[in-house]
């Protein structure tokens, strides 16, 4: 399965977990993130809280792929000033 792994400070994972997060930010400058993402499709995301060993099932969470969206942001982990970001999906709404 191709599935984007997406590894996160504690702080955000919880969030997510809790379903308070909608969105996981990743800068738009960043060539590493442009090639994983831009006109890509995946089975699904795995959402790591730091770097788990594989078989740490309580410091992962799989969702669904839904996408991204392109935003300017500002945000603390970014600095004081807005920047470009992919907005990738975790949750959904109602979650």
């Known amino acids: 399965m191709n599935m984007l792994h997406l590894n996160l400070k504690g702080e955000y994972f919880d969030q ?8 996981e930010f990743r800068l738009y400058s960043s060539e ?4 994983r993402l831009y006109k890509r499709e ?3 995301i ?3 809280r730091g770097y788990p060993k594989k078989d740490d099932r309580t410091r992962i969470i ?13 945000h603390k982990h970014f ?3 807005p920047v470009k970001v992919f907005a ?8």
Not at 17 to 22: A, F, H, P, V
Not at 62 to 74: C, K
């Open 16 to 23: 997510i977990e809790k379903g308070t997060k909608l969105l």
């Open 62 to 74: 799989e969702r669904p792929w839904r996408g991204y969206r392109v935003l300017i942001i500002e």
């Open 46 to 48: 795995l959402i790591k």
């Open 79 to 81: 600095g004081h000033f």
């Open 32 to 35: 590493f993130w442009k090639k």
């Open 42 to 44: 995946y089975n699904g």
């Open 88 to 95: 990738i999906v975790v949750n959904s709404p109602n979650v």
